[in-house]
């Protein structure tokens, strides 16, 4: 029985979200960023509502896969690193184990650990798993931080095209002579949000979280309007 004098320790922990969680805030910031500020150059360029619509419409799509192909190859490689790593550690634990439980001290002793101590920990451990073990201490490779390349490019394909669908929303509905300005103060709330929600998820302060977003997302729109009213057609 437990005494009364004891009280579960409970924690939560946000590593475990870091894989999904930037992916998603990733492809979601994207989608808003890159197709209200495609609506708001081309509305600036003076083309048709049509026009506006159906390039937001591509911008989705083309966006959707192109981070769904981004995401799957770069976190591919890191998990094709990461097996390579684990292969080789394999080959050495069965190799030269002793010069392998040498390793594995020297690191807990560098972590603060007397040569003794690390030395019973070191075997303990290998004795439980020695590849996990080095893994975790020698290769910095865990459970919650390894590589999911599937994870990242079905949440970011996702996230992106959310995302993206809220500034498309909001050009096919609001009027055309205002168009520019509603798809750009609606972008600069969404991303606000999302800076927010993402923080909060993340454990780190809101209003930091949708200020940076916010304004990297306004400086973008302002960027692509000169532009497309630079190379646009006369009124």
Same mark, same amino acid.
């Given at each position: 029985?437990?005494? *009364? ?35 708001? =150059? ?17 911008? /989705? &799509? ?7 192909? =981004? ?12 097996? *390579?790593?684990? %292969? ?8 030269? @184990? ?11 002793? +560098?972590? +603060? ?11 303990? /451990?290998?004795?439980? %798993? ?10 910095? &490779? ?20 959310? +995302? ?19 798809? *750009?103060?609606?972008?600069? &709330? ?12 993340? +454990?780190? =302060?809101?209003?930091? =979280? ?23 057609? @006369?009124?």
């Amino acid at each position: 029985m437990i005494s *009364a004098t004891r009280r579960l320790h409970l924690e939560r922990h946000r590593t475990d979200r870091i894989g999904w969680l930037r992916a998603a805030v990733l492809g979601a910031n994207d989608g808003i960023v890159s197709t209200a500020s495609l609506v708001v =150059g081309v509305a600036a360029a003076q083309s048709s509502q049509a026009t506006i619509v159906m390039t937001a419409v591509a911008g /989705l &799509v083309a966006g959707a896969m192109s981070m769904a192909a =981004g995401e799957y190859v770069s976190v591919h490689s890191q998990a094709d690193t990461e097996k *390579a790593d684990l %292969d080789r550690e394999h080959a050495e634990l069965a190799a030269d @184990p002793a010069a392998e439980a040498r390793e594995l001290t020297d690191i807990y002793v +560098g972590r +603060g650990l007397t040569p003794e101590l690390a030395l019973q920990v070191s075997e303990h /451990l290998m004795a439980h %798993d020695a590849l996990a073990a080095h893994a975790r201490d020698e290769l910095q &490779v865990s459970q919650a931080l390894a590589a999911r390349p599937v994870q990242a490019a079905v949440t970011s394909a996702a996230a992106f095209a959310v +995302g993206a669908a809220l500034p498309l929303a909001v050009a096919t509905l609001a009027p055309r002579a205002s168009l520019l300005y509603w798809v *750009a103060a609606t972008a600069m &709330v969404f991303l606000a949000l999302l800076g927010a929600v993402a923080a909060r998820m993340g +454990g780190a =302060g809101m209003a930091v =979280g949708a200020g940076r977003v916010t304004f990297w997302g306004a400086l973008a729109m302002a960027i692509t309007a000169g532009v497309g009213a630079w190379f646009g057609a @006369p009124v």
